[in-house]
């Protein structure tokens, strides 16, 4: 007797059938400034190297498993304190679904503060673990009372914190991140993606804060295509991470390639310090433009709202240029869009095109 399927909605969790999937537009032909994307390139000689590790891959055999080589290259890069562990993962979100995953206990519960990385929800809902979100304050800064009483609440199993946040682009005070993470029963993993930008970092404590993770990223120094995110903090967590990640998670031409830019810190600094420079420059133009409220960043982004956001984000895109909308996206982020911190040829364009649509 032949069975007929079932249709998805019989198979596919509620939870998941519920959501969107992540929408990446298409850029082509475009100025792309929607993805908090490093705008310069390796110089011509070392693409060259980069071209000689890659022609000698041995593309027929798996990645070192343990990524051994590259891990010492990035507790160097990184500042990683003596003795804290390292996980990686093909980008941030790998690790974060590891510590979903790791920590879902049945009931399990994380926690965020609101708004800031939409993975942080979306992965403990692919997981099957129930979030909860505290709302920023107006001015977007850390509602610390309320996250506390959050954390006496819930007593969550995680807590991220991203640090800068995106996509506010603001540096929480040091002293009330540090009072979640010495409130909270449960892990604290502050996301330094932005960290390049920031001058600012809890790298070091982790000697002293026995549940604190530290994750970053090298999407933003200007490798995005390697995906390659890191974790870091004491061994008896990451020993415990581990066991959920893949194997060969992070593949051949990664470990080469990460392990050869690393070589060159000097370089990763000087894009970052021009990046920086130019935020200046582009939080200034963006202050003095009609109609235009830009919020304070140390990020390589800057926040902005305008009247009639979609309308503005419509009109940049039918002259060129690509940010990111995210109006809608959540209640304290009404009217607002986001740009990505571009070369100087970039940035001009954008605020050119602004003007011309908030005019038009």
């Known amino acids: 007797m032949l069975l007929m399927s079932k249709p998805p909605e019989e198979i ?14 298409d850029s082509t032909g475009m100025v792309k400034l929607d993805a908090m994307e490093n705008p310069y390139g390796l110089p011509p000689e070392l693409k060259r190297e980069v071209a000689t590790l890659v022609g000698g891959a041995a593309l027929n055999r798996y990645p070192d498993p343990a990524a051994t080589r590259l891990k010492a290259r990035l507790r160097e890069a990184m500042d990683v304190p003596a003795g804290m562990g390292l996980v990686l993962g093909n980008g941030s979100d790998e690790l974060i679904q590891m510590l979903m995953l790791a920590a879902g206990r049945p009931g399990a519960v994380v926690l965020g503060v609101e708004p800031s990385f939409v993975m942080f929800r979306m992965i403990a809902t692919l997981c099957g673990v129930r979030y909860v979100g505290v709302d920023l304050r107006p001015d977007y800064s850390l509602d610390v009372e309320h996250t ?25 005070d040091a002293r009330d991140v540090s009072r979640i993470i010495e409130a909270a029963s449960g892990i604290v993993v502050i996301d330094e993606a932005y960290y390049a930008f920031a001058d600012a ?44 990640r893949l194997p060969y998670n992070v593949n051949v031409l990664t470990q080469l390639v990460a392990e050869k830019v690393l070589e060159h810190p000097a370089l990763l ?8 420079a130019e935020r200046t420059r582009l939080f200034g133009l963006l202050r003095s433009t009609g109609g235009v409220r830009a919020f ?18 419509g009109g940049l895109k039918q ?33 050119d095109a602004l003007t011309e649509t908030l005019n038009a």
């Open 12 to 25: 596919i969790r509620d939870e998941i059938r519920a959501l969107s999937a992540y929408h990446v537009p």
């Open 148 to 172: 506390l009483a959050a954390l006496e609440a819930h007593a969550p199993a995680v807590v991220f914190i991203a640090y800068p946040n995106n996509p506010t682009g603001n540096l929480f």
């Open 201 to 244: 970092s809890f790298m070091p404590r982790l000697v002293d804060s026995p549940n604190l993770l530290v994750m970053r990223t090298l999407s933003k120094l200007g490798l995005a295509g390697l995906r390659l995110g890191l974790l870091a903090g004491r061994r008896e967590w990451l020993g415990e991470l581990d066991k959920v």
């Open 269 to 276: 600094k000087a894009q970052a310090e021009a990046i920086k």
């Open 296 to 313: 304070p960043s140390a990020a390589n982004f800057v926040l902005f709202r305008v009247a009639r956001a979609a309308v503005v984000f």
């Open 319 to 351: 002259r060129g240029v690509l940010v990111k909308n995210l109006d809608g996206s959540h209640p304290m982020l009404a009217d607002c869009l986001r740009v990505t911190v571009g070369t100087p040829q970039e940035n001009t364009r954008f605020v």
